[in-house]
């Protein structure tokens, strides 16, 4: 099998440094380079809890030779048990760490279980604008408009979002003595 691009949007909203930098370290160690997009902080959208804090979001990009239905089994993975955490105060929502299938190559519909491309990606200004930024000209499987033609007429202006700076160490390669 040829090794297929893909996308994957990140989000979490609990030590969010943390979350973001463990999940880009794994995905990194599992696929090499990745291509990364800015961080936003965003505001949660459709949760319906009296306390959220907000989030940050990007997303990623790289090669795979797993399936859609195993690359989302790694996500999960990557994920862990701390997906969402439950706190005693019902009225908080806490959800650690969030990954999510965007695209792969270019497939779209229902494609080894997993729906493609990402099926809220015209709800979550979070997903459009970073791909409209990384690859403004690519057009998403089974749509005439490209990304960043999409960002245009599909933005939120309710949806706030904020650049924010997040480093992460990257996996060296390793040297020879």
Known sequence: MKPVYCWI?????????????????ALQAEFGELKV???????????????CAPFYNLVAGFYTLLKPSELNALLKQIE?????????????YVRALDLDIISWGKAAGLVDG????????????????????????????GYKQSYLELWQAHAHAEQIMKPVELTWQALLPATQD
């Open 37 to 51: 997009s800015q961080v936003y902080e965003t505001q949660p959208v459709g949760i319906k809890v009296k306390n």
């Open 114 to 141: 997993v729906q493609l491309p990402y099926p809220d990606l015209l709800k979550h200004d979070f997903v459009l604008l970073p791909m409209a930024e990384l690859e403004p000209n690519q057009k998403p499987a």
């Open 80 to 92: 862990g048990n701390e997906k969402y955490l439950r706190p005693e105060d019902q009225s908080v």
């Open 9 to 25: 949007s990140l989000g979490s909203n609990h030590e969010r440094h943390y979350q973001i930098s463990r999940a880009l370290q």
